[in-house]
């Protein structure tokens, strides 16, 4: 599933090739993958134009001029891409980012007033496009679980640990997937960010102290930042609004390092299972 920095680098890149383009028409294979009334379509989506596009956690908002809002999920293997006089792909990493569309993957294609278009993917139909007032966001309740933002300017250290204290018998690794502790956190960067910070996934929140929360914190920003400055993770066809892949990966320091030693202390990097996930940890310096 994408993680914060990819959808963050799908949202900058589109930001720089929707915005301010009216919508002509839409069409959608199912209403699981684009679950609106037909009138709403008509009255709210068809001949809108695109004012902004905001991110929340994983979640894309392209607001419309008229103070309704599309919602995108990309869950699992979703796309968009862009084609018109350049062509803007991120994702899931398949040949669908480079491939002629629509294609079988293809659920919601939009045709904007100049001709280009812009299209949602995605193989697994786990994800959405939903259209809804503006004001109402706030009410869903994904929007009222999930937790705050973790690159936000004014979110300190102090309020990061405090976010944790409602899972103290939780393994660290499990509470930072939670995304009503903090949104937009997936397996990558729990552990890229933990390695950073010398904590083994294992151990339960309850044991960690406040300067290892401020480290935690400290690291989780940095690799994030840079994962969004390389434009994300993937090292496959997944590129960004340049056409290049996203290269977080060359970057990586233990996840998928398993059998190549720690870029710190040399040790051999393992992959055990945390929280139900594969999990990549330098057995000397992230200690139990």
């Not at 059998?259 to 992230?286: D, M, S, Y």
Request: hydrophobic share 40%; charged share 25%; proline share 5%.
């Amino acid at each position: 599933m994408p993680e914060l920095p990819e959808v963050e680098t799908v949202r900058r890149g589109l930001a720089k090739l929707i915005i301010g383009k009216t919508i002509q028409s839409v069409s959608y294979d199912t209403p699981k993958g684009f679950p609106n009334a037909r009138e709403d379509v008509k009255a709210f989506l068809i001949g809108a134009s695109i004012t902004d596009i905001r991110r929340r956690a994983k979640v894309l908002i392209i607001d419309l001029n008229n103070d309704y809002s599309l919602l995108i999920h990309l869950k699992m293997t979703g796309q968009l891409v862009f084609v018109g006089d350049v062509r803007f792909g991120a994702g899931h990493p398949n040949d669908s980012l480079v491939n002629t569309l629509p294609d079988k993957s293809t659920r919601v294609s939009f045709v904007f007033k100049d001709g280009s278009r812009l299209y949602f993917n995605d193989q697994r139909k786990f994800g959405w496009v939903r259209l809804m007032p503006s004001i109402e966001i706030p009410n869903i309740d994904f929007m009222k679980k999930v937790g705050p933002e973790p690159l936000e300017v004014d979110f300190t250290a102090k309020q990061f640990a405090e976010r944790f204290t409602r899972r103290p018998k939780t393994n660290i690794k499990a509470a930072i997937l939670d995304q009503s502790v903090i949104a937009g956190v997936g397996n990558i960067y729990a552990d890229e960010s933990l390695w950073g910070a010398k904590i083994h996934p294992k151990r339960l929140v309850s044991s960690i102290t406040t300067e290892e929360f401020e480290s935690l914190y400290t690291e989780l920003r940095k690799v994030m930042n840079l994962a969004i400055e390389k434009g994300g993770s993937s090292n496959s066809t997944y590129v960004n609004a340049e056409g290049k892949k996203g290269s977080y990966m060359d970057f990586a320091r233990a996840f998928r390092r398993e059998g190549l030693p720690c870029p710190r202390c040399g040790t051999i990097i393992e992959k055990l299972r945390v929280a139900g996930r594969g999990t990549h940890i330098c057995p000397f310096c992230q200690t139990l």
